[in-house]
């Protein structure tokens, strides 16, 4: 509302160029104020959600290709993506996360055709989560990336 004030003695001083009377432009603000008001808690009401993943990695294996009806392909690895830090006695400290990752399509086959065990990648996507039953009736849960985008990252050699 401060803002709104001065906003609204600046406009004063320059009112003899706009013409406005100063009451109508303060309800009009206002009016504004509080329709978008209005309007911003509305829709985080209905806000949508965002399920997106961004990872660069090496590859942990080379990828698994199937080949699926329809001819279409889709390619499966781990991704390994690390992270350094010095623990409390000064030593350099490394965790490193695996993540499964499937490709479709057209990404399988780029996948196919370029990538092996150790290569550095640039994955982005969404994670998905499928649940199956074990061969003792347990229920498990899978959460996989479904890569939506790959970019290679490894340095180009005259041998590949």
């Not at 013409?19 to 329709?35: A, E």
């Not at 994955?123 to 899978?142: F, P």
């Amino acid at each position: 509302m401060l803002f709104l004030w001065v906003k609204i003695s600046l406009l004063a001083i320059k009112k003899k160029y706009f013409g406005i009377k100063i009451k109508d432009l303060v309800s009009h603000k206002q009016d504004k104020f509080y329709r978008t008001h209005e309007r911003t808690k509305q829709s985080n009401t209905y806000m949508k959600g965002l399920n997106k993943v961004t990872l660069i990695g090496n590859l942990g294996n080379d990828p698994s290709i199937q080949n699926l009806e329809g001819n279409i392909k889709a390619a499966k690895f781990s991704l390994a993506t690390s992270e350094s830090y010095k623990d409390s006695n000064g030593q350099n400290q490394t965790i490193t996360d695996w993540h499964n990752v499937i490709l479709w399509r057209g990404l399988a086959e780029i996948a196919e055709k370029y990538l092996h065990k150790g290569s550095l990648v640039y994955v982005e996507g969404k994670l998905k989560t499928r649940n199956y039953d074990d061969k003792d009736g347990q229920k498990k849960y899978v959460t996989e990336i479904i890569g939506e985008q790959l970019i290679l990252l490894d340095k180009k050699t005259d041998g590949n």
